[in-house]
């Protein structure tokens, strides 16, 4: 069982974030990793994941688009995760399923795609859907340019809720039964 644990505190000057170190597939096990990742300087993000490389990949990005120079708002930050989210989404669903037919996902959404039966292309837009799931959590943490403590998560299909009232918030297996 996953669970990832933030909570504002202090009239919103303090941010506690806690999480599990277990990782669950075909085995059971609690290595030494960390799921609290720094984003930027005073951002960090914890995630729930079935498969982990995504999160990294996501990460990364929402690292390029920000910059230490970036406003440090609650919105920047959540739009930068959530666009990431969304690009990688999409682009793995498209290496899987478009790329070998020679498509991308401008081409397949727009292009009768000759060659390609009608019932073809239902089946490839199914598997397409499918694919965009990556089962990621992600749950943010960090302070604004005024100091204030700010929390937002980030689920399927890459939609950030804030989570600033009711001040706290929870992702993973053991989400329900933390909050």
Not at 25 to 54: C, N, Q, T
Not at 110 to 138: V, Y
Request: with cysteine; glycine share 10%.
């Amino acid at each position: 069982m996953t669970v990832c644990i933030g909570a504002l505190c202090d009239s919103r000057k303090t941010l506690i974030l806690i999480a599990d170190k277990m990782l669950t597939g075909y085995i059971e096990a609690e290595p030494d990793i960390e799921k609290i990742l720094p984003l930027h300087k005073d951002w960090r993000v914890m995630f729930s994941a079935s498969g982990i490389s995504p999160v990294f990949d996501i990460l990364d990005g929402a690292r390029r688009l920000l910059s230490e120079e970036v406003s440090v708002d609650v919105g920047v930050f959540s739009s930068a995760v959530c666009e990431s989210f969304q690009t990688e989404r999409s682009r793995r669903a498209e290496a899987r399923w478009l790329k070998p037919l020679g498509l991308d996902l401008k081409t397949f959404a727009l292009m009768e795609c000759p060659g390609l039966l009608d019932g073809d292309k239902s089946t490839i837009t199914r598997e397409l859907q499918a694919e965009k799931q990556l089962n990621i959590q992600f749950l943010v943490g960090g302070f604004d340019s005024k100091g204030v403590g700010c929390l937002f998560s980030v689920q399927e299909p890459g939609v950030c809720s804030r989570r600033d009232i009711p001040g706290y918030g929870a992702i993973g297996s053991g989400a329900v039964i933390a909050s």
